[in-house]
């Protein structure tokens, strides 16, 4: 009879240790699941605040193509067409962004008063 009691305590005593280490992966689970929802949600306001700063960015783009469109339109008045396809063909201005045309435009109006 001892025998089947002290067995019976070690079984009891794994059932327990085993319900013991259940608890704990679950608990660590649960943690992890956690830590990833916060994750994921930092990294969504990531995108949001990136998505934003593009929008705010193709803004400039698109007001900065106007100035530039704008400032050609009137050096190409003044030039003439032939002289200003010149002027564009040698500085290759159809290759630039507008950020660059922008850097041009004090070097072309330059130009232009030369002219």
């Known amino acids: 009879m001892k025998e089947e009691a ?3 305590r070690e079984l009891e005593t794994k059932v327990k240790d085993y319900e013991d280490k259940e608890a704990d992966r679950e608990k660590k689970n649960l943690e992890k699941q956690g830590k990833f ?3 994921l949600d930092d990294a969504n306001k990531k995108i949001e605040t990136l998505t934003d700063q593009t929008k705010v960015i193709t803004e400039y783009e698109t007001a900065m ?4 469109d704008s400032e050609l339109t009137i050096i190409k008045t ?3 067409d032939e002289r200003f396809a010149r002027v564009t063909s040698l500085l290759n201005l159809d290759s630039l962004t507008p950020l660059q045309k922008i850097q041009v435009l004090p070097k072309l109006k330059e130009l232009m008063a030369e002219l």
Request: net charge positive; glycine share 8%.
């Open 6 to 8: 002290d067995k019976r």
């Open 37 to 39: 929802k916060e994750l």
């Open 65 to 68: 193509t106007a100035v530039v």
């Open 78 to 80: 003044a030039l003439g």
